[in-house]
């Protein structure tokens, strides 16, 4: 049965409502408006309420594609905080932000199997993005290598390992193609203890190299099974915009993990609206880890 997986520990990030297909969520001291596909239904809160934003993001088009646009006076980045890790909030080209808060659930985890394993564990984050994951296997005790295809999202991540206090963590950053650094670290013969995935649906390398997600992430998988350690700990698969039950991870993973045992769950993450606590299913998930 697959799990719901929810982050209670936020106190600066709240869905405040959805419908329509946006949501109005609280980021620190603004209230920003996103496209939200998931949330067909009608909105809780009055329209004076949504119009209370700060700024909206508008979608041209189709894809990702559009531009914020500010109702009131508002900084291009600002800073936020989850529990002791901190970050910037960017207002950019994309309708996204800097940081996936449903994804704090994940990263309580990750920080929580690492501090199990009681040693210093090489954990592998891909498509890692602003380096959130990254931060917090670090600040338990991991020697982190970090590898997105975004010059952004390194850029943003490296200011986050900076803002958090945490230089003196080692955290490798690696703009790159993940599936070519993959094979790299097989031929080097690079192992890790850990691997942290969140692979989108599809995109494109840094070179122009395409990823799409039905295509690749069963031969991603296959590639990372020969970068495992001998006593694996974890693995963490986080897949977005996909449309299919989280079930469709459990093939890959057990191929990749089937030399070591272990236990897996699969399901998504959740966030709940403080509005009328209707769930937003952002993402599907799988959890593998050693015992």
């Known amino acids: 049965m697959p799990k719901s997986?929810?982050?209670?520990?936020?106190?600066?990030?709240?869905?405040?409502?959805?419908?329509?297909?946006?949501?109005?969520?609280?980021?620190?001291?603004?209230?920003?408006?996103?496209?939200?596909?998931?949330?067909?239904?009608?909105?809780?809160?009055?329209?004076?309420?949504?119009?209370?934003?700060?700024?909206e993001f508008i979608v041209a088009g189709r894809g990702d594609g559009g531009e914020w646009v500010s109702r009131k006076e508002i900084p291009s980045r600002w800073e936020m905080n989850y529990k002791d890790m901190r970050f910037w909030i960017e207002l950019a080209v994309s309708r996204q932000v800097g940081v996936f808060p449903e994804n704090a659930a994940q990263w309580d985890w990750i920080r929580e199997?690492?501090?199990?394993?009681?040693?210093?564990?090489?954990?592998?984050?891909?498509?890692?993005?602003?380096?959130?994951?990254?931060?917090?296997?670090?600040?338990?005790?991991?020697?982190?290598?970090?590898?997105?295809?975004?010059?952004?999202?390194?850029?943003?991540?490296?200011?986050?390992?900076?803002?958090?206090?945490?230089?003196?963590?080692?955290?490798?950053?690696?703009?790159?193609?993940?599936?070519?650094?993959?094979?790299?670290?097989?031929?080097?013969?690079?192992?890790?203890?850990?691997?942290?995935?969140?692979?989108?649906?599809?995109?494109?390398?840094?070179?122009?190299?395409?990823?799409?997600f039905f295509r690749g992430f069963g031969s991603l998988c296959e590639v990372l099974r020969e970068t495992l350690s001998d006593n694996p700990q974890f693995v963490v698969v986080t897949a977005y915009a996909l449309e299919s039950p989280p079930e469709i991870l459990v093939p890959h993973i057990e191929t990749m993990m089937k030399e070591y045992g272990g236990k897996l769950e699969v399901g998504e993450l959740v966030v709940v609206e403080k509005s009328a606590g209707r769930n937003i299913r952002p993402a599907i998930t799988a959890r593998w880890w050693a015992g």
Request: with cysteine; net charge positive.
């Open 5 to 55: 997986y929810r982050s209670t520990n936020w106190e600066t990030y709240t869905l405040l409502d959805s419908g329509k297909r946006c949501k109005l969520e609280q980021f620190g001291p603004y209230r920003l408006v996103r496209p939200e596909p998931r949330a067909l239904w009608k909105q809780a809160w009055p329209d004076e309420e949504w119009a209370k934003a700060d700024a």
């Open 113 to 212: 199997r690492i501090e199990r394993a009681k040693r210093q564990l090489r954990v592998l984050n891909l498509f890692g993005y602003t380096g959130m994951a990254s931060l917090a296997a670090a600040q338990a005790g991991a020697e982190v290598t970090h590898v997105d295809s975004s010059r952004r999202a390194i850029r943003m991540g490296r200011e986050n390992q900076a803002l958090s206090g945490l230089e003196d963590k080692p955290i490798r950053w690696i703009v790159e193609d993940v599936m070519k650094y993959a094979r790299r670290e097989v031929k080097r013969g690079v192992k890790y203890d850990g691997v942290i995935m969140d692979p989108p649906k599809y995109g494109l390398g840094p070179k122009r190299e395409r990823w799409e």
